[in-house]
């Protein structure tokens, strides 16, 4: 069996007044790849998805649409 485990995305931090939710999005669409090249039997995302408790509308629809497409 093949396992994935991620951890900590923290989607949505601010790097001094700078958003990292573009840099975050091109990780993720290199991760989206991976998981269609080589998919695991289970796939574990655990710990902190957002960087705070209440995210940037952005960061929650990036981890939506990442999850649609898994």
């Known amino acids: 069996m093949k396992f994935i485990h991620t ?3 923290h989607l949505g931090k601010i ?3 700078n958003y990292m939710t ?3 999005k091109y990780i993720l ?3 989206l790849a991976y998981l269609s090249k080589t998919p695991p039997d289970v796939l574990l995302i655990a710990g902190d998805l957002y960087d705070r408790g ?3 509308s952005e960061a929650v629809i990036l ?3 990442l999850l649609s497409k898994i």
Do not use: G, H, V
């Open 7 to 9: 951890a900590d995305w």
């Open 15 to 17: 790097i001094y007044s």
């Open 22 to 24: 573009w840099d975050q």
């Open 29 to 31: 669409d290199n991760f």
């Open 54 to 56: 209440i995210p940037p």
């Open 63 to 65: 981890l939506n649409e």
